[in-house]
């Protein structure tokens, strides 16, 4: 399944032209550093190793996501099967998550999205072996994907706090009193002070930025059912009788270790809500729900048919919704086929406008506006030239 995940970004993540994000995040690869005001510092460094090993092709520099993508795929089902999952349950659990619609977007671009589900899912999988299990070493393993992760995206974080949560919801105190677990948290916040200092030394640049975000409105701001509404839909709605059933499999009564995948989701659904988050901020935790709901419906359904009925359901709502997801059609038969289905991805950005969805709509025009404002660099007077400077709107015109 992670083979199957690798390959369809392979086959497709060449289309269209660079997305804004990852022009930006190359340019930031030009200039190494610890932090900077919009985003964690490991993405940078990946941005420059990818460009570095592979080229700077569309295919060279998404090949790091997708082998991500592939990770997150190989981690749901080792969580599924440490559950006590057989085959029917890891894959059930794999194929929802190959085919989410958000897993698909996000793993085709140059992006912290791309990592987050593989550090959030692997760093669950570690700490509820070492709290189910007592692997108590395995802490020091769930520092070091946790520490990682805030270097990839600040807002793992949130993830870290909903975890604690469930960690004492769901009644597992006696970790609280494992020297690991505190030697793993030593080693996650030692792999954060880097990041930490630069802040400090840049006036919490980023604190600053999200303040300015939040007070001009830049995100779409959606209300509680609007939120979960839109969990369904970028998850594929069939994929709901999977990770739904994975919820309530960890709350039920008698889920045991369990309990604690299902109130670290509750606790981060709470926060996100909260915070007004874009929907998609809660996305890298479903691949845990997806683990728990493929359990489920093993126990449920003894004969493999029923399984099989919704396994082929799923994939038939993936590939209908696959062509707003991957690259796979021409710009105006994407529209076309958006207008014959009646929908399109929900927008995060209320400034955005255009007939594309947002993630394929800022694939395009970038060389048409630089080629414009080199036309006008190149006309300049020495003189002047060699004293101006150009004025962009935004991190992705001013990466291009």
């Not at 060449?14 to 993405?43: K, M, N, S, T, V």
């Not at 070492?130 to 995206?153: F, M, T, Y």
């Not at 469930?166 to 677990?181: E, T, Y």
Request: charged residues 15%; hydrophobic residues 55%; contains cysteine.
């Amino acid at each position: 399944m992670a083979a199957v995940k690798l390959l369809m970004h392979l086959l497709t993540n060449g289309q269209y032209g660079y997305f804004r994000d990852e022009l930006y995040y190359l340019a930031c690869g030009e200039h190494l550093d610890w932090g900077y005001p919009d985003c964690a510092p490991l993405i940078a460094l990946l941005a420059w190793t990818g460009r570095h090993l592979f080229g700077e092709s569309l295919q060279a520099i998404r090949f790091l996501p997708a082998l991500a993508g592939a990770g997150m795929v190989f981690m749901t089902g080792l969580l599924t099967r440490d559950m006590g999952g057989r085959g029917g349950a890891i894959f059930l659990a794999c194929l929802g998550v190959v085919c989410a619609p958000i897993y698909l977007i996000s793993d085709t671009l140059l992006s912290m999205n791309a990592f987050e589900p593989l550090f959030w899912t692997g760093c669950l999988w570690l700490v509820w072996r070492a709290a189910e299990r007592g692997d108590s070493h395995l802490w020091i393993w769930a520092g070091v994907l946790a520490g990682l992760g805030l270097e990839n995206k600040h807002s793992t974080a949130f993830f870290l706090v909903a975890l604690a949560a469930g960690i004492l919801l769901s009644g597992r105190w006696r970790v609280i009193r494992d020297p690991w677990m505190w030697a793993g948290l030593g080693i996650a916040l030692l792999l954060l002070l880097p990041n930490l200092v630069w802040q400090y030394l840049h006036g919490w640049a980023t604190l600053e930025l999200l303040r300015n975000v939040q007070r001009i409105h830049k995100n779409v701001e959606l209300t509680p059912w609007a939120f979960v509404g839109q969990q369904v839909f970028i998850l594929l709605p069939t994929s709901a009788l999977v990770w739904a059933a994975g919820l309530w499999r960890s709350l039920r009564r008698g889920a045991g270790g369990l309990r604690l995948i299902g109130w670290t989701y509750l606790a981060l659904l709470a926060i996100m809500i909260v915070m007004k988050a874009k929907h998609y901020y809660l996305a890298p935790i479903y691949p845990a729900l997806f683990a728990a709901g493929g359990l489920w419906w093993e126990e449920l359904t003894p004969k493999r048919w029923p399984r099989r009925v919704l396994a082929g359901l799923i994939a038939a709502t993936g590939a209908l919704f696959l062509p707003m997801a991957l690259p796979v059609l021409a710009p105006a038969r994407l529209v076309a086929f958006q207008e014959a289905l009646g929908t399109a991805p929900p927008k995060t950005e209320v400034a955005h406008e255009g007939p594309l969805p947002q993630h394929f709509g800022d694939m395009f025009g970038w060389p048409e506006m630089v080629a414009a404002v080199a036309r006008v660099w190149d006309a300049l007077p020495p003189a002047d030239r060699a004293r101006a400077a150009i004025l962009a709107g935004n991190y992705g015109e001013a990466g291009a």
